[in-house]
């Protein structure tokens, strides 16, 4: 079964004893595997994120995550993720510029195709492919 819903309101935790680590990824995996629109990633920096479709579905995960972990967990403040996007096609040549002011960028907008974008959501481009 395939959701249309992405997780945009996430969360970071840890253990309060560091003792617990392997206590939470064992409930962690089971979180994963309860709810298939939990997104749950490590970062580069050792965090863990918890990232789901809302505040009350991340707050039922997080009460899921307790019982089933049975450690006392540390929850930081949510982030909310913002996406922009192009609605409109546009042949003028637009300025923007750099946070630093340094550099400046000209470019024209266009939509995405349909077969382009379905390739997208199915996760089938990567980086290094070819852009034809």
Do not use: W
């Amino acid at each position: 079964m395939k959701y249309s819903v992405s997780p945009v309101y996430k969360v970071a935790v840890k253990c309060k004893n560091d003792a617990d680590l392997p206590k939470l990824e064992k409930g962690l995996k089971r979180l994963s595997k309860s709810d298939p629109l939990i997104k749950i990633e490590k970062e580069e920096t050792g965090e863990i994120t918890v990232a789901g479709s809302g505040e009350l579905h991340i707050e039922i995960c997080l009460n899921d995550l307790r019982e089933l972990s049975q450690c006392e967990i540390i929850v930081s403040e949510p982030s909310v993720t913002y996406q922009e996007t192009i609605t409109n096609e546009c042949s003028e040549r637009l300025l923007t510029k750099s946070a630093n002011k340094h550099n400046r960028f000209f470019g024209t907008t266009e939509m995405l195709s349909e077969q382009l974008i379905d390739m997208i959501e199915r996760g089938d481009l990567s980086e290094g492919m070819d852009a034809k």
